[in-house]
């Protein structure tokens, strides 16, 4: 580098020219210069391609956000709409089911016993040696009245040779309504029993029995009388 007053050979590092005392005015290197100018191109690009990659990203958010939401939700009601579709395809008919219901038709009940029959069959005794007890006695009875329905309540039964003394004896509840033309069978169980003895009745091979049906107002409602051997401890007989 020379001076430029007096053209000197000066040192890299000289402030003032050593031979006529100029100041020397130091040049900036121009490959300083352009090494700045390179930086701040470099810099100044990178910031518009970081702006162009945002724009990009916006771009394409806002194409997702606007094209590809809109098909999922018309999929979305295209589903439900399929789902809606099978449950109408699935759903029972809604037209009333009709059942039909029976009415039972109640019956009167009658207090005219023209056509009620009574008969009695097997009768248990407790035999005691020299005298007996009856326990009990099958029965039927029928409701030949087609008029309607008959309620008995209870027996009287009396024995031969004790004309004045007569038992009550009571119906199970499933003898105590009959419809009409309907018959019943069961057994009559008698309080405490009905004691007897020869010394009474005479031959005991050969006894009446008398029964008497009754409705809960001691209305008479049918009558039979017949034969029963009271020797056994236990006679069966067909029911008539």
Request: aromatic share 10%.
């Amino acid at each position: 580098m020379e001076c430029k007053k007096c053209g000197f050979d000066l040192i890299k590092d000289d402030l003032f020219c050593p031979e006529c005392g100029s100041k020397i005015k130091k040049i900036k290197s121009v490959k300083t210069k352009s090494k700045k100018r390179f930086k701040k191109t470099i810099i100044i690009s990178s910031v518009i391609l970081g702006l162009i990659i945002l724009m990009s990203l916006f771009v394409v958010a806002w194409s997702y956000y606007n094209h590809v939401p809109n098909e999922f939700v018309k999929n979305d009601n295209l589903n439900e709409n399929v789902k809606i579709e099978k449950q109408i395809v699935n759903a029972p008919p809604s037209e009333p089911i009709e059942e039909e219901i029976e009415e039972e038709i109640a019956e009167p009940v009658i207090t005219s016993y023209t056509k009620v029959a009574i008969s009695f069959g097997e009768v248990q005794i407790d035999w005691k040696g020299t005298w007996g007890k009856i326990k009990s006695f099958k029965y039927a009875i029928k409701n030949n009245n087609n008029a309607g329905t008959i309620e008995p309540s209870y027996f009287l039964i009396m024995v031969e040779g004790y004309d004045d003394f007569e038992k009550k004896v009571p119906l199970s509840k499933d003898s105590q309504s009959l419809k009409a033309g309907l018959a019943v069978t069961s057994y009559a169980i008698i309080p405490n029993g009905y004691a007897y003895s020869e010394l009474s009745t005479g031959d005991l091979s050969s006894v009446d029995i008398t029964i008497i049906l009754y409705d809960e107002s001691d209305v008479e409602m049918a009558l039979i009388k017949k034969s029963v051997n009271l020797e056994e401890p236990t006679m069966e007989f067909a029911i008539e």
